[in-house]
């Protein structure tokens, strides 16, 4: 089941003091079920790298110009 379609975070600004998100950070503190990301290195491409969630883990990704697209399955 897919929960977003493909996208990508953009650098915006997060309240009015004009500071830009930069990075999204997800830390995995518990079991789940599904919860997998894809990220592809080419929009519409195939798929360069697939995050599992993992108890304990964290995953780091940028935003803006250097954001690959992503989706959440």
Do not use: N
Not at 14 to 36: A, I, K, N, P, Q
Not at 44 to 58: D, F, L, N, Y
């Amino acid at each position: 089941m897919r929960l977003l379609l493909p996208f990508v975070d953009d650098q915006s600004d997060t309240d009015t003091s004009g500071r830009e998100t930069l990075y999204t950070v997800l830390f995995y503190l518990s079991e789940c079920s599904g919860g997998e990301t894809v990220f592809y290195a080419q929009h519409g491409g195939k798929a360069s790298a697939r995050i599992q969630p993992q108890v304990g883990a964290m995953l780091l990704h940028r935003h803006g110009f250097d954001c690959w697209q992503h989706e959440a399955l």
